[in-house]
C-alpha cells in the first residue's frame, strides 16, 4: 500500500513538546480543508500528542509510522 502524497511537508526533528503541535497548527492554517500534512518528529511523546491534538481539533489522523527513529504523522485537514 502507498501513501498518498502530502500537500505540505513540515521537518520538525529536534523539537520538544509543545512545540511539534504549535508548529502543526500553523502549517494546517496554511492548507485547505482536505489537504495533507506530513510531519516529521524526534519527540517521543508526540505519538500521544498529535492522536490528542487531532481528536480535539477534528483533523484526521490518516497514518503514523516510525523510521529511521523518527515518529511521522500523515494529517488531514478538517473541512473548513
Same mark, same amino acid.
Given at each position: 500500500? &502507498?501513501?498518498? @502524497?502530502? *500537500?505540505? +511537508? @513540515? *521537518?520538525?526533528?529536534?523539537? #520538544?513538546?509543545?512545540?511539534?503541535?504549535?508548529?502543526?497548527?500553523?502549517?494546517?492554517?496554511?492548507? @485547505?480543508?482536505?489537504?495533507?500534512?506530513? +510531519? &516529521?518528529? !524526534? *519527540?517521543?511523546? &508526540?505519538? !500521544?500528542?498529535?492522536?490528542?491534538?487531532?481528536?480535539? &481539533?477534528? #483533523?484526521?489522523? +490518516?497514518?503514523?509510522? +516510525?523510521? *529511521?527513529?523518527?515518529?511521522?504523522?500523515?494529517?488531514?485537514?478538517? @473541512?473548513?
Amino acid at each position: 500500500m &502507498t501513501r498518498p @502524497a502530502a *500537500d505540505l +511537508v @513540515a *521537518d520538525l526533528s529536534g523539537l #520538544n513538546c509543545p512545540l511539534p503541535i504549535l508548529r502543526t497548527k500553523k502549517a494546517l492554517a496554511n492548507l @485547505a480543508g482536505g489537504q495533507l500534512l506530513q +510531519v &516529521t518528529c !524526534t *519527540d517521543p511523546a &508526540t505519538p !500521544t500528542d498529535f492522536a490528542a491534538f487531532c481528536k480535539q &481539533t477534528g #483533523n484526521l489522523l +490518516v497514518e503514523h509510522w +516510525v523510521e *529511521d527513529s523518527k515518529f511521522l504523522f500523515l494529517i488531514q485537514k478538517r @473541512a473548513d
